[in-house]
């Protein structure tokens, strides 16, 4: 069964966390191995809101080695202004990376979620059709968002913050990103439909 990937036109996506070494970097690394075994249409970066240069801690080189060695050595870089203007979605890992993305650059604000509310929100409005851009699909997500809705902390939009903690508390931040990866490339690049009419996620 073929699927859309080879069609699609290339999806410029950038990832925001705190100091870019551990949420962000996962959700590249997860994203940048699907992109290597599916071949999808897929660029990623990742950034942080804090000044850049810490470098990724072990615990995170442990759990990503096998998968992104060259990613996990470089140390985290700052979110600029240029990094918004060239990404066709932001996906942050908490409410307040995507409160500061949206006063850095308010245009940006219907193409920026959190990971665990664009999943959700991708969910509710189904996957994105075949001739579908990804700006028409954000769009239906984005449909019926305020500002205010991410105000404050939530467990429902953030993916816990590892950092510092034990190891337990990284296995399971990247166990749950992951998991939020999977849904969002099925989201993003859903299967076409079989000869005999069925579909693959």
Not at 65 to 90: M, T, V
Request: glycine content about 10%; overall charge negative; charged content about 25%.
């Amino acid at each position: 069964m073929s699927t859309r990937a080879g069609t699609l036109a290339r999806i410029q996506l950038l990832v925001v966390c705190s100091a870019n070494v551990c949420r962000s970097r996962m959700v590249e690394a997860y994203l940048r191995d699907r992109v290597a075994t599916a071949g999808l249409p897929l660029t990623v970066t990742s950034v942080g809101v804090l000044p850049g240069g810490l470098e990724v801690p072990v615990e995170v080189k442990e759990i990503l080695g096998f998968r992104a060695a060259d990613l996990l050595e470089r140390p985290g870089r700052e979110l600029a202004p240029g990094d918004l203007g060239d990404a066709d979605l932001i996906l942050c890992m908490a409410r307040c990376h995507v409160r500061e993305v949206v006063v850095l650059e308010p245009s940006a604000w219907p193409r920026t979620f959190t990971l665990k509310e664009l999943v959700r929100r991708g969910g509710a409005v189904g996957p994105r059709a075949a001739s579908e851009t990804v700006g028409s699909w954000l769009a239906r997500v984005h449909e019926g968002r305020e500002l205010g809705d991410l105000l404050g902390d939530s467990e429902v939009d953030d993916v816990a913050d590892p950092y510092g903690g034990p190891i337990s508390e990284y296995r399971q931040a990247a166990t749950e990103i992951s998991a939020l990866v999977r849904q969002l490339v099925d989201e993003l690049f859903v299967a076409e439909p079989s000869p005999e009419g069925s579909s693959a996620r």
